[in-house]
C-alpha cells in the first residue's frame, strides 16, 4: 500500500471510530445527566479556576494585552501577529520538541516582534507519551507565547476522570495509550473491565498542571482573516454562533462543505497525506501518532507556508 492509500486508509479508520464514539459518548453523558457544567463545576470545587491559557517563552503568565475577547469566545490577536499554527499531536512528545525546534529555527530565520504559537487540539490518546505532551504544554515549551485550543480527545479525557461510563469508548480511541502513559495499569481495560478503578486511578495520577491546562483549553481563536478550532464548523452556522460540539467533532458536513465560512477555518481532527488548502478551509492533521509527521502552518497576514517534522514510525 503506498503512503498515500495508507493514511487514507487511516483516516476511514479513525473517522468511523470517532463517529460511533461520539454517539456513545452522547448517549452515557445524557443517561448519567453528564454535562460540560458539571465538568466545570468538578474543576472549580478542586481549586481549578477555568482561564486562558496564555503562556509566555518562560512558562509563566503573561499579562502583555495580547489578546482581547469577542463575545467571550472565540478569541482574537491582532493581524501584525505570526501564527504558528500546529496540527494533532497524539501523545507524540517526540515530534513535539521536534516541532518546537523547528518553530525556534523558523525565528532565528525569519525574526518577527510578534508572534503566538497556538495549537488546534487531540494531544493525548493514540501516540505513547501523552502525559510528555501535557508536562510540555502545560508550561508552554515553545519560543513564543502560547494558546491551546481543545480537541475532542481531550473531552474524552475529562470526562473519564469523573464519568467511567466513558471508558468503552474512549479505549477504542487510544485511551489505553493515556492510560498506561500516566502509570494505569489497562490490562483489565483491555478486556472490558476495570474502568471505574482505573478512573479513580487517573484522576489521582494527573498532575494539578495538567488538571489546569485542560481546564483553560479554548474552543476557537481568530483573526480578521482566519477562524481556528479543531474539527470545523457548521456550514449554515454563522462562526460566532458555532456549538462546541461541532467545533470539536464534525466531520463530513464540513469536509464536503465549499460554503464561504466568512473566514478561512484552519483546522485538524481528520487526517490527510499532505496539509490540505482550499478556499475556504486549511486542514494540518497530517497523522501524526501514526506517520511521523507533525505539520506546523505559518501565517502571517496573507501569506502562509508550513513547517514539518519529518518521518518516523507511529511510536
Known sequence: MTDEGAVCALSKIVERAELKCRFDFNLARK???????????????AGLAAGHY?????GTGSDEP??????????????????????DIHGRSDLLDKITNEIKRDLAEHPIDKAVSITLGDYVDRGPDSCGVLDRLAQNSFPTPYIALKGNHEELFEAFMTDPAVGPQWRHLGGLETLHSYGVPVGSLMRGKGFAEASDALRNA??????????????????SRYFLCHAGVRPSVPLEQQQASDMLWIRDEF?????????????????????????????????????????CLVLERRTWRFLFTSGGDGG
Open 66 to 87: 495580547l489578546i482581547e475577547m469577542l463575545n467571550n469566545d472565540p478569541m482574537i490577536v491582532s493581524d501584525d501577529h505570526r501564527l504558528y499554527v500546529i496540527g
Open 54 to 58: 496564555s503562556r509566555d517563552a518562560n
Open 31 to 45: 443517561s448519567a445527566k453528564f454535562s460540560r457544567r458539571n465538568w466545570a463545576e468538578s474543576w472549580r470545587t
Open 206 to 223: 494527573v498532575p494539578k498542571k495538567h488538571l489546569e491546562f485542560l481546564s483553560s483549553l479554548q474552543l476557537s481563536f481568530a483573526t
Open 255 to 295: 469536509l464536503n462543505s465549499r460554503k464561504n465560512f466568512g473566514k478561512i477555518v484552519v483546522h485538524g481532527h481528520t487526517p490527510v497525506e499532505q496539509p490540505e488548502v482550499l478556499p475556504n478551509r486549511i486542514n494540518v492533521d497530517t497523522g501524526a501518532f501514526a506517520t511521523g509527521r507533525l505539520t
